[in-house]
């Protein structure tokens, strides 16, 4: 079994000790390197080619927020999930729309912290659709109206099939659960939301239930998806 290489990045050392202590001990994850600020992150990415980076967002120099956008913009980007002690928070939605995974609060049980890691590791967002709407909610008024344009915009360069994969994506369902929704199989699902990915210029599921929500398409009545 090839262990899952995480990064961890935090200003505060015993964070940092916490989290490598309680990540080490798994047998499937290894502890590849440690950062007390954002501006490390690129260097050391590149170094110990991480899977997935664990990210404070708050740091005095270069913070979480800006060390995401720059990570995900690279070719080949891990993952990343970013630590926080805040459920809603507008730099948390700034960082999931600049393409991380999912996040975490500091304060979570180590179990879960573990099944994030593994989650994100494996190409799925740790992200409840719930704790999707909070964030969103966050953000209103004019930016808000913009983005629904924008995304209304996005939205139309996908196919019908596509657009019900990405209502789907966005309301939280796995893809063994829009297979059996929209009547179609694992694989034509996974085809389908690289299909959106790759429309869309976006670079994981996250991002798609974001765009979906954005454009209004979540407060859409839930149908069956029966043709």
């Known amino acids: 079994m090839t262990a899952i290489r995480v990064l961890l990045v935090d200003d505060d050392p015993l964070v940092r000790a916490g989290l490598s202590f309680m990540l080490g001990g798994a047998e499937d994850i290894e502890i590849v390197g440690e950062a007390a600020d954002g501006g490390e992150v690129e260097a050391l990415a590149d170094r110990t080619r991480p899977d997935v980076v664990l990210m404070d967002i708050r740091m005095p120099a270069v913070d979480g927020l800006t060390a ?23 730099q948390v939605l700034r960082a999931l729309r600049a393409g991380a995974a999912g996040f975490v609060l500091k304060d979570t049980p180590p179990a879960e912290i573990l099944d994030a890691v593994r989650k994100v590791a494996a190409g799925d967002p740790v992200l409840s659709p719930a704790v999707t709407r909070r964030l969103m909610d966050q953000a209103a008024g004019t930016a808000a109206d913009l983005r629904h344009t924008r995304a209304r915009e996005r939205i139309a360069l996908l196919n ?5 994969v990405a209502v789907a994506v966005g309301r939280g369902l796995a893809n063994a659960e829009i297979a059996a929704r929209l009547y179609m199989s694992v694989a034509t ?39």
């Open 189 to 227: 699902v996974k085809t389908h939301v690289s299909r959106i990915l790759a429309k869309l210029d976006l670079n994981n599921r996250v991002q798609i239930a974001l765009l979906a929500y954005d454009a209004g398409l979540l407060e859409e009545p839930d149908g069956d998806g029966a043709r």
């Open 68 to 90: 995401t956008e720059r990570l995900r913009a690279r070719a080949d980007a891990p993952q990343v999930v970013v630590l926080t002690t805040f459920h809603a928070d507008e």
């Open 160 to 164: 019908d099939r596509e657009r019900e």
